[in-house]
C-alpha cells in the first residue's frame, strides 16, 4: 500500500460508502469488489496483483482500510461477507466531502489494539467470506426434497415436533409441512411451513398468498432460500404479519450452527459442519 496515498484510499472508500448507500439490505464484499472498477476509474498498479496474493491489490487496498471504518462505527461487515453503512457512515460522509480528510477521521476513531490486528482482523473477513460462499454454495444446488429434509431436520432438532411432510409427488404444493410444540399438537398453534427453493426473493404477493392459507389459530413459517424483498422484510412484525417467520438462506444457517449439537447423526451427515479457530483481536 506504500504507493497509494490517503487521499486515493478515502477516494476508493468513499466509493464503496456510496455504493452501499441505498442498500439498506448491505452488498456481499465479493459484489461490492466486483463493481468498484466501474466507478472509482482505478490505475493499473490498483488493478494489479501482487505476488503471491491472488487478489487484485484494489481489493486488499479496500479491505485493509475498512478496518478504521469498522471501529469508528461507519461500516459494518457481517460473518456471512455481507457490508452494510451505518447512520453513522452516512453523517461522516455529509460532515467530510473531501476523501482523504474522511479516512484521517476514521484512522482518528481507530485505535489499534496490537500492531498485527489489521492483518489478522483481515484473514478472519476472508476465512468467513469464503466459508460462506461454501456454504450457500452447497444449500443452493441441494434438490427441493433434500433442503426440505433440512428444514424438518432443523425444527425437530429446535424442539418441534413435525406431524406431516408433504409427499414426493406433492412437492410444489402450497403447504410443504405441519409442526406442533408438543407431540400431540394439543398445545400451542399450528404451525405450517412453505419452502421456496432456487427462485427470486420472495415478494409481497408471494408473502400474501401464503397468509391466505393461514386460519386464525395457525402460525407460519416462511422458507425462501432466494431470500426476501425489502419490502416484505420491512413488513413483517407489523400486526398484519405478526404470526409469520420468515427463514432465508444466512437465518436458516445460523439456526443450523445454534442447534448442531442437537441435530440427529443423519442430518449432520447431510450438512456436516467443522468449526475452525482463529486467531481474533479484540474489538
Sequence with gaps: MAEVTLGRIGELLRSVLE?????????????????????????????GYAAPSNIPRYEK?????TIPLVHAGWLVKN???????????REACRKFPNAQELYKEALRLFEEVKQGAPA??????????KAWEQVQKYLLETR????????????QAMGYHVAWIAPPEKEHGNIDMVAYTDPLGAKGPRILVQIKHKGQPTTMEGMKSFLSMLNQKDY????????FTWEVTEEIGTD???????????????????????????A????????IYFLCWLE
Design 61 to 65: 487496498i479496500v479491505r485493509l482500510s
Design 220 to 227: 407460519g413459517l416462511l422458507v425462501s432460500s432466494g431470500g
Design 144 to 155: 427441493r426434497l433434500e433442503f426440505r429434509t433440512l428444514i424438518a431436520e432443523l425444527l
Design 240 to 266: 398484519t404479519f405478526q404470526k409469520t417467520t420468515l427463514l432465508d438462506l444466512e437465518n436458516f444457517f445460523d439456526l443450523w450452527v445454534k442447534y448442531y449439537d442437537k441435530l440427529s447423526d443423519e
Design 268 to 275: 449432520k451427515a447431510r450438512f456436516p459442519l467443522k468449526k
Design 120 to 129: 489478522a482482523a483481515m484473514v478472519v473477513e476472508e476465512a468467513e467470506e
Design 19 to 47: 455504493l452501499l448507500w441505498n442498500k439498506p439490505e448491505g452488498m456481499p464484499a465479493k459484489e461490492l469488489m466486483a463493481y468498484l472498477p466501474q466507478v472509482a476509474d482505478l490505475t493499473e498498479h490498483e488493478k
Design 79 to 89: 460473518n456471512k461477507g455481507r457490508w452494510y453503512i451505518t447512520e453513522a457512515g
